[in-house]
């Protein structure tokens, strides 16, 4: 260290001081290190002293200078200094400048030095634990960190301090809590206590970068930082009226209904506002919120600033949408408004992301769309658009997501620069104490895996909230990190308005009920200070319930309900604009070489690749001169068409940019450069769209629900998330059921997010052979037993519009290629779930011919029987019905045994919307064949139970169908490659029998 401080001043104007120094340098330095007490923890404080002592003698106490110029003039250890006891705790000690007002001495005292490291080490500790102690609860009952025991680190008897009234000389550079001066040990702790033990405790010496310490460190321990003018104080107060009366009113006019009101934490109102203020002065205009039910109808009525007449309308039972959806609970819904904003005069663009009772399952979400609004304004900085989630505490703590989210948070293709995470702290979940419901001392220590610091305030004290608000915005803004601020407050009802909490926490609420609300104790301060006269609180009151008055009767004289009004991503004059047609999706020849040349070459001379890329390069090279596609190149190509026509297209997942299967290879690493990539598809036209692929983190529920959050934001990119293996969405099942397939229905909110699930019976075992293709024809609205009624010119498209997500088992990479393009080119958007292939990427029967691309193709619902069969349809005894790989198993197997002419094989390449008229037909042509359903899965899994009462409604129940596959089974596949292989064989032995 010494050395380095050395090196450092040669760059400065010390050279006379370390003229003599440096040819004394190794002397030194092995002197220091000998001396005992550099062996704890005063080591850092030394250096400090020595710093201050090479640029001026005069800055350090005598007892310093002397102790420095022996060492340099060649003291042995141990004879420059004499070493104090060891310190009684293990804190690091930081610097100070000091000097005392003692009289000088030329001997070093070794007890001033050890009260001085004494000082440096109390301040350390309160600046890293004094949050313990901080007073957070607003009932008196709990510490926030679960621990009401006092900290001996922070009681300065237990540093042997020799003389406490001895004055001692603090820089405000390195203290900024005093005035550079001479203070008593007593001053010191009455400021400590103020800074980091009142009512905000704050968590920040775990951060790993200097600079974020020292700035958090100024801005607590600056008071002038903390200070509030009036026109702030009467603009608290006029929101915190508006927070509590909203409450108050809806309990009037609703007194059974379940609303999750916000009492207890109406300080919420004024922090949001005061973010959006305080974000909005530096430049930021747009806010994406995500939030639990708690407060949620107060933060569209009071931060959001929704319609109230709108709103109220919402808790009129009798009133049914107008539009399409069957909607949700009022405080699950999203909103999006643009308004202006009083305090900067300035536009604000609010977005409430809906969400379900899954509590913490938005945050992923709220950070997609967040970063996609950043994408499409080029803000690079998130200095425009910025995210804020709301939490509770006990799901804070408790649910998983919360850490994939933020492990997110830093990652270049997920960062949003900083969320602002707000947790209202109930201390208590529904009825759990936290003392059953967390391992951790706060409910916030999961933020630390990703150095966030951690500002916990007292709810009852709405400066000390505003004041942390305002540092987390001005950090947010500095630094681009995430920043938690927790709000310590109370939950004055049970979990909901008619729940009872005093069966589980009595005597929390014996202090909830005889408890002064945060706006009336803070009205008093204010009045006593003079900044409002009670009666001008009286008239803000009186105006504000008036408001909400107005509204309600507007709600009654004129109700109407439309889940449209509750959009939290509206795509303005997206549906105006599109004309309900069913277009086709292929391209021109040309279009298909040019992507095909490109992905097969590399551009850059200089750029040195793998030799197993390089033969990669060279087989698509030959497939585009024999015009065929396999699986990647047929993606590839849809992924460069679409970016052609401008459209922004994202692929993301684990290893997604090889590819699991290492058959994608869409970023191309150097072999000789570090860091060095090449992406073909960003190399394609001058002014195409922007390709972005990318490795996610080993997560599905936040990666997945990330790109949810991600395709919301504009209907005009391909949002792609792959799985590893297709059963591993089953940890993102939460995202499945409670978004993607029930979004739209829910929410009237369309997304076009595309999920790529390897699935194949393969003998790889359980865990890596089935994506769970039933969970998702479970999910979908295709009724089983109605034969759909539309025109055939437009039944295609109208049971595409009509159904709530897309499920396909395509067998061709053209198939693929078409529904991929079909996505962006549908007047509407609905999720694609593919079920994608693993052996069919290299299988040379699973190629598809530029003929199946090209400009008038689209992409076929069912790929009927093309041989020998069509000739002699009447004497065909069997009618296969298969989908995906098992195809080229059935057909392969057919030809063996010579009976093409016997038995035909149709495959269902889109599962749901279910096929009817397609299937219909292929049933038609063979009106002797008996009828089949063969998959590779197990009977109670796979499409069966989803196609087999679809097949006989196409039928009108004219012929029954049986199935052929595997038995039933609780596990997905067998373990046994042996065992494997003799289930394929029994399948197709069954298949091949004729009756």
């Known amino acids: 260290m010494v050395m380095l401080r050395i090196t450092r001043l040669l760059k400065s104007n010390h050279k006379r001081q370390l003229s003599h120094l440096c040819s004394t340098s190794s002397r030194c330095l092995s002197s220091l290190s000998a001396e005992p007490f550099l062996s704890g923890n005063s080591s850092n404080y030394v250096d400090e002293m020595y710093h201050s002592w090479l640029k001026d003698p005069e800055s350090v106490h005598k007892s310093w200078n002397v102790y420095f110029t022996n060492l340099a003039s060649g ?33 070093a005292s070794e007890s001033l030095i050890n009260d001085y490291l004494a000082i440096q080490s109390l301040i350390r500790a309160y600046r890293t634990i004094g949050h313990s102690m901080a007073d957070l609860d607003p009932l008196k009952i709990n510490s926030a960190d679960l621990d009401s025991s006092p900290n001996p680190a922070l009681d300065f008897n237990n540093y042997n301090i020799s003389n406490p009234d001895m004055l001692f000389h603090l820089s405000s550079e390195e203290t900024p809590f005093l005035p550079t001066g001479e203070y008593s040990l007593a001053q010191i702790v009455e400021k400590l206590k103020d800074t980091y033990c009142n009512h905000i405790g704050i968590e920040y010496m775990h951060l ?18 903390r200070k509030f003018e009036n026109r702030d104080k009467r603009l608290i107060i006029e929101r915190l009226i508006r927070s509590q009366r909203f409450e108050e009113f809806l309990a009037k006019k609703w007194t059974s209904e379940k609303r999750f009101g916000l009492e207890g934490c109406e300080v919420l109102i004024p922090a949001l506002k005061y973010i959006i203020d305080k974000a909005n002065g530096r430049g930021c205009d747009t806010f994406v919120f995500g939030m639990p039910h708690r407060g949620r109808l107060n933060v569209l009525a009071n931060v959001a600033r929704k319609p109230l007449a709108q709103l109220f309308s919402q808790f009129d039972s009798k009133l049914s949408p107008e539009d399409e959806g069957s909607g949700d609970v009022k405080y699950h819904l999203g909103v999006y408004q643009e308004r202006l904003n009083h305090v900067t005069n300035k536009k604000v663009k609010i977005m409430v992301a809906a969400n379900p009772s899954h509590l913490e399952a938005v945050d992923p979400v ?47 293709a997920y960062t949003t620069h900083g969320i602002i995470h707000i947790v209202v702290n109930n201390q208590i979940g529904f009825t759990t104490d936290p003392r059953y419901s967390r391992s951790s001392p706060y409910c916030t220590d999961v933020a630390k895996v990703v150095g966030a610091p951690i500002f916990h305030v007292n709810g009852d004290d709405p400066e000390a909230v505003l004041h942390a608000c305002h540092v987390a915005v001005d950090y947010r803004s ?52 003079g900044v409002i006269t009670q009666e001008e609180y009286e008239a803000h009151c009186k105006e504000y319930d008036q408001v909400c008055e107005t509204a309600h009767y507007d709600a009654k004289v004129k109700p109407t309900l439309k889940n449209s009004e509750w959009l939290d991503s509206p795509w303005t004059g997206f549906f105006a604009r599109q004309k309900f047609e069913y277009t086709p999706t292929g391209i021109s020849e040309e279009t298909i070489k040019h992507i095909g040349d490109c992905v097969a070459s590399i551009k850059d001379t200089t750029f040195k690749a793998h030799p197993g890329i390089m033969r990669i390069l060279k087989g698509r090279k030959d ?90 934001t504009s209907p005009n990119a391909l949002i792609v998330w792959e799985a590893q293996f297709g059963d591993f969405s089953n940890v993102a099942q939460c995202v499945i059921d409670q978004f993607i397939a029930s979004g739209q229905t829910k929410w009237h909110r369309q997304t076009g997010l595309v999920l790529l699930l390897p699935h194949g019976m393969e003998g790889m075992g359980p865990e890596h052979s089935s994506a769970r293709l039933e969970r998702f024809l479970q999910l979908t609205s295709d009724d089983p037993d109605v034969y759909p009624t539309y025109h055939s010119d437009e039944f295609t498209l109208r049971q595409l519009n009509d159904i709530n997500m897309f499920v396909l088992n395509c067998s061709t990479p053209a198939n693929f290629f078409h529904a991929l393009r079909r996505q962006l080119t549908l007047p509407f958007r609905k999720p694609l779930i593919v079920m994608s292939p693993k052996s069919l990427l290299r299988l040379p029967e699973a190629r598809s011919s530029f003929d199946e691309l090209s400009e008038g193709t689209k ?20 009618l296969i019905f298969c989908s995906g790989k098992i195809y080229y198993d059935i057909v392969k197997e057919r030809e063996r045994l010579n009976k093409v002419d016997q038995i035909a094989v149709a495959r269902i390449e889109q599962i749901c919307p279910f096929p009817f008229d397609r299937v219909r037909q292929e049933c038609n042509l063979f009106p002797n064949a008996s009828v089949v359903w063969m998959q590779e899965e197990h009977k109670n899994q796979g499409a069966f139970e989803h196609v087999r009462p679809r097949i006989l409604t196409s039928m009108k129940y004219s012929r029954p169908i049986s199935y052929i596959g595997r038995n039933v089974s609780p596990s997905p596949a067998t373990g046994n490659k042996v065992l494997h292989a003799r289930e394929n064989q029994a399948m197709l032995e069954e298949a091949m029998r004729l009756e």
């Open 366 to 412: 709220v950070m997609g769309k967040t970063r996609a609004e950043q994408f499409y304004r080029k803000d690079f900085t998130g200095e425009k658009v910025m995210g804020v989630l709301l939490h509770g505490d006990a799901a804070f703590s408790g649910q998983g997501v919360v850490y994939e989210s933020f492990h997110l948070s830093d990652l270049p």
């Open 75 to 107: 003291a042995a250890p141990g004879e420059a200094y004499l070493p104090p006891p060891d310190l009684s705790t293990s804190l690091k000690a930081t610097s100070v400048s000091a000097r005392v007002s003692a009289k000088d001495s030329a001997i």
């Open 623 to 712: 497939m585009i001169a024999n015009r065929t596609v396999d699986w990647a190149l047929a993606e590839a190509i849809a992924f460069g068409s679409l970016l052609k026509e401008g459209h922004h297209v994202r692929l993301s997942g684990q290893d997604s940019e090889r590819g699991t299967f290492s058959h994608r290879h869409h970023v191309l690493h150097d072999q000789n450069v570090d860091k060095k990539f090449y992406v073909q598809l960003n190399q394609l036209y001058d002014d195409q769209g922007h390709y972005s692929v990318c490795n996610s983190s080993l997560s599905e529920y936040a990666v997945l629900g990330f790109e949810l959050g991600y395709s919301l």
């Open 859 to 878: 992409f076929k619902r069912v790929l009927g029987e093309k041989g020998l069969a069509l000739q002699n349809k009447e004497s065909v005894k069997k």
């Open 208 to 225: 790993r970068d200097e600079a974020e310490v020292k700035w958090l460190r100024d801005r607590f321990e600056d008071e002038k930082r």
């Open 478 to 529: 500095k630094f681009g990190k995430d920043v938690v601020v927790d709000i310590v407050c109370y939950r004055k009802n049970g979990h909901n308005e008619i729940d009872e909490p005093s069966f589980t926490q009595p005597l929390m609420y014996k202090k909830i009920r005889n408890h002064q609300p945060a706006l009336l104790k803070y009205l008093k301060k204010c009045i006593a200070e």
